[in-house]
């Protein structure tokens, strides 16, 4: 079960399918894409996306899946990564509340999102040996951009599992926090966002997608950040900003 609720221009998503961790069957993902749907609908400057009960998102939900019929590239490649790709282009700063289980789609959902506060003691790494299975929904670019080919291979060869704290330390996500600090940092840091600049943060939001995925090198994203920097000239926060400085007040941004 998937919920939507929206404050103060604040989109929540909440994962709520405590009594499997949050697992997420086809009818899930289906829900999940349509929140973020309505979420950008409406406008939100932020959203946060959560889960309910002792786990962020154990992955997919198999207990009724037969290996011999299974649709892999169905689930994987028809569903999870254009959910993936939807949630990474929302037009709003996005932050995630990491705790408990973060394994397999649970923790692509972490990789789509842009800012992920962790738990101490959550548990993210590659549990498929287990099920003769492999990492997927973007696991083994995150962990060997971030931890190299030989701990990536570790982490796959021998199912451990990192704590929170580890994976932050490793470079994985943006902050680890005490387990009941987590939730209540990622809805300020969210509510925080959303009265900033929106264009200003979607102006570094796709710049930083496009230095990652086109390799751009330093000259290149220079360029990026001048004709981003020009454009938002163009805008009614830029200019706010500008002249809260100048009257040395704090600056009443509307999201424009």
Not at 81 to 104: D, E, K, Q, Y
Not at 144 to 150: I, K, P
């Amino acid at each position: 079960m998937i919920e939507l609720t929206i404050a103060d221009d604040v989109a929540t998503v909440v994962l709520d399918a405590p009594a499997r961790l949050n697992s997420l069957d086809e009818q899930a993902l289906h829900d999940l894409g349509r929140a973020y749907e309505d979420a950008e609908a409406a406008g939100v400057r932020a959203l946060v996306l959560r889960g309910e009960g002792r786990a962020f998102c154990a992955g997919r939900d198999i207990s009724g899946v037969d290996p011999r019929d299974d649709d892999v590239i169905g689930y994987l490649g028809g569903l999870v990564t254009p959910l993936l790709r939807r949630m990474s282009r929302f037009p709003a700063p996005t932050f995630a509340v990491a705790h408990g289980a973060c394994l397999g789609v649970g923790l692509g959902l972490l990789i789509a999102t842009d800012v992920v506060y962790v738990a101490e003691s959550a548990k993210i790494g590659s549990p498929f040996a287990a099920l003769g299975a492999t990492l997927d929904s973007g696991g083994h670019a995150l962990f060997l951009d971030r931890l190299g080919a030989h701990r990536t291979l570790d982490l796959v060869y021998t199912g451990r599992l990192m704590s929170g704290t580890e994976a932050v330390a490793s470079g994985l996500f943006s902050r680890a926090l005490p387990d009941d600090e987590v939730l209540a940092a990622t809805t300020d840091a969210a509510a925080t966002a959303a009265r900033g600049a929106t264009a200003a943060f979607l102006a570094s939001k796709q710049l930083v997608a496009r230095i990652r995925d086109e390799r751009l090198a330093l000259w290149e994203s220079v360029d990026i950040e001048n004709a981003a920097q020009a454009a938002l000239c163009d805008t009614e926060d830029y200019r706010e900003g500008f002249a809260a400085f100048q009257e040395k007040r704090t600056p009443m941004f509307r999201g424009r």
